[in-house]
Antibody
Framework: QLHLQESGPGLVKPSETLSLTCTVS??????????WGWIRQPPGKGLEWIGSIYYSGSTYYDPSLKSRVTISVDTSKNQFSLRLGSMTAADTAVYYC?????????WGQGTLVTVSS | ETVMTQSPATLSVSPGERATLSCRASQSVSSNLAWYQHKPGQAPRLLIYGASTRAIGIPARFSGSGSGTEFTLTISSLQSEDFAVYYCQQYNNWPLFTFGPGTKVDIK
């Protein structure tokens, strides 16, 4: 059974950079059939796709976040990571990582990130 | 960008009743449409993909239909554990796989 787990700080100061890591277990991140994505949910709002990465390193980002987002992969650790710069209160959200084969079939439990000084 | 809309925003249903949720795409997404169930404090759960194929372990009371721009999720007889927010998501128009705003199903 595939398992994904997000890790990273729960509190980030305004203007700083958020760094989150998703560790994949029970399967290989190097599978040729899947991308690996980050999705977030601000309080009281719906799901927002942030971006996705293939094991080879190819990335796709939501245009509205593209200037601030970097997603990377470490196949040796079976992990992929999110960096989101210039954080503001509007970036407060639960951040999820998920396996993406078009649709998202496996998700992490999510981690709440609050932007506050 | 393909914009997804869902209706209604909130659906109040009694246990045992049928619930019908709608999802519309601003352009055709063929049958590349998924539905998710999301409960507070939990990860979203994939219910349906390919517009009508149930994911592994999903009860038969959940069914999906539609293609192109109009889609429906039907819960035939609502159980207490089905009260949640439901999202549709298109995965046809690479790479922007957009979600709908969600429909909250609550107890009437």
């Amino acid at each position: 059974q595939l398992h994904l787990q997000e890790s990273g700080p729960g509190l980030v100061k305004p203007s700083e950079t958020l760094s989150l890591t998703c560790t994949v277990s029970g399967g290989s991140i190097s599978s040729s059939s899947y991308y690996w994505g980050w999705i977030r949910q601000p309080p009281g709002k719906g799901l927002e796709w942030i971006g996705s990465i293939y094991y080879s390193g190819s990335t796709y980002y939501d245009p509205s976040l593209k200037s601030r987002v970097t997603i990377s992969v470490d196949t040796s650790k079976n992990q992929f990571s999110l960096r989101l710069g210039s954080m503001t209160a509007a970036d407060t959200a639960v951040y999820y990582c998920a396996r993406q084969g078009g649709f998202y079939d496996y998700w992490g439990q999510g981690t709440l990130v609050t932007v506050s000084s | 960008e393909t914009v997804m809309t869902q209706s209604p925003a909130t659906l109040s249903v009694s246990p045992g009743e049928r619930a019908t949720l709608s999802c519309r795409a601003s352009q055709s997404v063929s049958s590349n449409l998924a539905w998710y169930q999301h409960k507070p404090g939990q990860a979203p759960r994939l219910l349906i993909y390919g517009a009508s194929t149930r994911a592994i372990g999903i009860p038969a009371r959940f069914s999906g239909s539609g293609s192109g721009t109009e889609f429906t999720l039907t819960i035939s007889s609502l159980q207490s554990e089905d009260f949640a927010v439901y999202y549709c998501q298109q995965y046809n128009n690479w790479p922007l796989f957009t979600f709908g705003p969600g429909t909250k199903v609550d107890i009437k």
